[in-house]
């Protein structure tokens, strides 16, 4: 199996950067790692997503042009810098892994993070 374990979340003022950090262990068998999004009394969204030996990458168009995802494969970590940030972009945070072709699709991710907390304030 694998692990994902985030970081990189607090408090920004809108306007501010961000960046997040998704760091993979133990069985690396996913071709792709995505990043969503949970506000709170709303449904999960997709963020972004990175094929993990390529570099095929797809974005949500609320993000686009600001949001920018990457990996290190060194590091085995996948990275989410986001600028410009806005008070809407306030959710938890997380990052998964899945096998096969890559996808914007929640259900196709087999391996998920816990999750970290972006807030930003007007």
């Known amino acids: 199996q694998v692990q994902l374990v985030e970081s990189g979340g607090g408090l920004v003022q809108a306007g501010g950067s961000l960046r997040l950090s998704c760091a993979a262990s133990?069985?690396?068998?996913?071709?792709?790692v995505g990043w969503f999004r949970q506000a709170s009394g709303k449904e999960r969204e997709f963020v972004a997503t990175i094929g993990w030996s390529g570099d095929s990458t797809y974005y949500a168009e609320t993000v686009k042009g600001r949001f920018t995802i990457s990996r290190d494969n060194a590091k085995n970590t996948v990275y989410l810098q986001m600028n410009s940030l806005k008070p809407e972009d306030t959710a938890v945070y997380r990052c998964?892994?899945?096998?096969?072709?890559?996808?914007?699709?929640?259900?196709?991710?087999?391996?998920w993070g816990q999750g970290t907390q972006v807030t930003v304030s007007s």
């Open positions: 998964a892994a899945g096998p096969g072709r890559i996808t914007t699709w929640a259900s196709h991710y087999v391996y």
């Open positions: 133990g069985r690396t068998l996913t071709t792709y």
